[in-house]
C-alpha cells in the first residue's frame, strides 16, 4: 500500500483555492478511479497522465490507484491538476520521494508525450497558493514568467515531466528538443489564448511617451479635430474616474474621443496589474510574452452582445464578461441605445459596488469590475436630429423611444454628459490649430490623481467618483455657499439624491484640476453643466484649467 499527496489549485472565477490531490494505491485489480467532484476535462486526466507517465520512462504502478481532490465540494475545472495527479501517483509508487511533493503546488496539463502545456489562470492559482502559506510552485516553463510576478514564492518552470522527476530525484536533467523548427510559433502556447474570447477587447500598448520627434505609436488626442469642450469632458472623466455620456451626430468624433482615453489614464500601479493581468489570464486574452499588463485596459464590445458578455456567464462555471475585462480600465459601449435594455440595466449593479457577483448552478463567482464607462450614443435613429437643415424625418414618437432605451436609472450613474457638435470646416481642415497632445493632457490628469490620492491617502478611496456622497456632504465640503445652484436644481427636481452625490465628485476633480484645495462655486457650476447639459455661466475650458 503506498499513499502520497500533492496540492494544485482550482479555479472559481478569479478567486483560487488550493486542492490536495491524493494519491493511493492497493493491492488488486489494476484501475484507476478519480474522485472529488471533477468536470469532464479534469475526468479525462486518467488517460493524460497515464500515457504521459508511461512515456517518461516511468512504469506505471500495476494496482488499484485511486486519486481524490479535497475539499471534495469544491467545482474542479480543466486540465492545471494533470501536473499535481501525476506527481502523487509517482509518489504514492514511491519513484518519487513523498515527502518532496507533500507541500508542492504543481499546476500544468499533461500532453501525451509527458510534455507539460501552459494553462490560463497562473497568475491567480499562484496568488492564491502564496495567501494560503505556499512557497514552491511548479509550473509550465511557458508560465514562468506570470507566476514569478508573485513575490516571496519560488517558481520551478518545467517543459516535461521527465525534467519534474529529474528533479525531484536529484537526476541529470534532461535536456528537451525545441518543439518545432526556429521561427515556427510554439503550439504549445495556443491553449492560453481563447479564440474569440478577446472579441472588443484591447489591452493598450505602445510608449507612454513618444520621443521628441517621433510619431506616438498610440492614438493621440491631438488627431480630434475641434470638440474642445468633449476633450475637456475627457480630462474630468480621466482625472476622477467618472462615467462619461458623449451624445451627437455620426461622425462628429465620439469613438475617436473614446479611443484615446486609456493613454490619459496613469499606468497600473503594481496591484492593480496584478488585479487586471490574473482577470485577463482566466478569460484567456492574455498576450503570450506578456505578463504583467501595465496600462489601464480598452473593451468595446459591439453593440449586439449579451448580458452574459458583458456581465460574465456561460455554461459550468462562469466566465469574465466585458466588465470584468475592462477593470481599472475603460469600457466603451458604442451605439449604446443599439444595445438591448436588459444587457444595459445589467450594469448597474457593478457601476454602485467595483465587482460583479454571478450565480449559477455550477457555484457562485464574484469577479472584480471597477471600470470608467463611456457611453456614445446617436440623438435619433438616422443621427441628424439635433443638425439644423439636415433633414431628420424621424416621428417623434420614435426619437422618444429610441432614447427612451437609456434608461433614467443607468444614466442617473453617469456622471458627465456632454452633447458632441458637428466638427466645423476650419476645425477640420486645422485653421483652428491642433488641440492638445495625449502626453499633455496626461500630465494633468495625473498630477490631479495625485491630489486627490494624497487627500484620500487615509481612506479606502483612491478617486473621486469612489467617495461616498455623505462623506463629501459632511466630513469634506465645498467652499461656503458653492452649492447653492446644485441645491436649488435638487428641490426642482433637476437632480436626484444621487445626482447631488455626483455633483459633488465631479467638482471635486475638477478643483483638483485647477489646484485646488476644495470646490468653489465655479467648479460647482463646471459639473453641473457636464451633469445636466444646460449652461451655468461657466465655460468648461476656464473650469478645468485655470
Excluded at 458632441?420 to 500630465?443: K, Q
Aim: charged content about 20%; proline content about 8%; glycine content about 10%.
Amino acid at each position: 500500500m503506498g499513499f502520497a499527496r500533492a496540492c494544485s489549485v482550482a479555479l472559481v472565477g478569479v478567486d483560487g483555492v488550493v486542492v490536495e490531490v491524493q494519491a493511493d494505491l492497493e493491492p488488486g485489480l489494476a484501475a484507476f478511479t478519480l474522485v472529488g467532484l471533477p468536470d469532464k476535462t479534469l475526468t479525462e486526466s486518467r488517460d493524460r497522465v497515464r500515457a504521459a507517465v508511461v512515456n517518461s520512462g516511468a512504469t506505471w504502478p500495476q494496482k488499484k490507484l485511486t486519486v481524490g481532490l479535497s475539499p471534495a465540494s469544491v467545482p474542479k475545472s480543466g486540465a492545471g491538476f494533470d501536473l499535481a495527479v501525476a506527481a502523487a501517483v509517482l509518489g504514492a509508487a514511491e519513484m518519487v520521494d513523498p515527502a518532496a511533493i507533500a507541500d508542492l503546488v504543481l499546476i500544468g496539463e499533461l500532453g501525451l508525450d509527458g510534455r507539460v502545456r501552459p494553462v490560463r489562470g497562473i497568475l491567480p492559482a499562484v496568488l492564491a497558493a502564496a495567501d494560503a502559506g505556499y512557497r514552491n510552485v511548479v509550473v509550465p516553463q511557458q508560465c514562468a514568467a506570470e507566476a514569478m510576478l508573485v513575490p516571496d514564492v519560488s517558481v520551478l518552470g518545467v517543459r516535461s515531466l521527465r525534467q519534474l522527476i529529474a528533479v525531484l530525484t536529484d537526476g541529470e536533467l534532461p535536456e528537451e528538443e525545441p518543439p518545432d523548427p526556429p521561427g515556427r510559433p510554439d503550439p504549445m502556447l495556443a491553449g492560453l489564448v481563447v479564440p474569440g474570447a478577446g472579441i472588443g477587447t484591447g489591452i493598450s500598448r505602445g510608449r507612454n511617451r513618444a520621443e521628441e520627434g517621433d510619431t506616438p505609436d498610440f492614438p493621440d488626442l491631438s488627431d480630434v479635430a475641434g470638440q474642445h469642450g468633449a476633450r475637456r469632458a475627457l480630462e474630468v472623466a480621466a482625472a476622477g474616474g467618472h462615467h462619461l455620456f458623449l451624445s451627437g451626430p455620426p461622425g462628429a468624433g465620439k469613438t475617436m474621443l473614446a479611443e484615446r482615453i486609456p493613454w490619459i489614464l496613469p499606468p497600473l500601479c503594481r496591484q492593480d496589474s496584478l488585479e487586471v493581468t490574473a482577470v485577463h489570464s482566466v478569460a484567456g486574452v492574455l498576450p503570450p510574452g506578456e505578463p504583467l499588463v501595465a496600462r489601464p485596459p480598452y473593451c468595446a464590445p459591439h453593440h449586439s452582445a449579451t448580458m452574459q458578455s458583458l456581465v460574465g456567464g456561460g455554461a459550468g462555471v462562469p466566465r469574465p464578461g466585458a466588465v470584468s475585462l475592462a477593470h481599472r480600465g475603460v469600457l466603451f459601449l458604442d451605439e449604446a441605445a443599439e444595445f438591448s435594455t436588459k444587457a444595459l440595466d445589467a450594469l448597474r449593479q457593478p457601476l454602485e459596488s467595483g465587482h460583479v457577483v454571478i450565480a449559477r448552478a455550477a457555484g457562485v463567482v464574484r469577479l472584480p469590475a471597477r471600470f470608467l464607462m463611456v457611453l456614445a450614443a446617436n440623438p435619433c435613429p438616422c443621427g441628424r436630429h439635433t443638425l439644423l437643415g439636415a433633414g431628420c424625418e424621424c416621428p417623434a414618437s420614435v426619437i422618444r423611444r429610441y432614447q427612451a432605451r437609456l434608461s433614467g436609472p443607468l444614466l442617473d450613474r453617469v456622471d458627465l454628459r456632454v452633447e458632441v457638435e458637428p466638427v466645423t470646416r476650419s476645425d477640420l481642415l486645422g485653421r483652428g490649430g491642433r488641440g492638445e497632445s495625449t502626453a499633455a493632457v496626461a500630465d494633468r490628469v495625473r498630477e490631479a490623481r495625485d491630489r486627490a490620492e494624497a487627500r484620500l491617502a487615509d481612506t479606502p478611496w483612491r478617486l473621486n467618483a469612489e467617495v461616498p456622497g455623505h462623506e463629501l456632504r459632511t466630513r469634506r465640503q465645498a467652499a461656503p455657499g458653492a452649492l447653492a445652484q446644485a441645491e436649488r436644481d435638487l428641490e426642482r427636481g433637476l437632480l436626484t439624491a444621487r445626482g447631488l452625490d455626483r455633483v459633488l465628485r465631479v467638482a471635486w476633480t475638477v478643483a483638483d484640476l485647477r489646484g485646488r484645495d476644495r470646490p468653489d462655486a465655479l467648479d460647482v457650476a463646471v459639473a453641473l453643466e457636464l451633469r445636466t447639459g444646460i449652461a451655468r455661466g461657466a465655460a468648461l475650458a476656464t473650469g478645468a484649467r485655470t
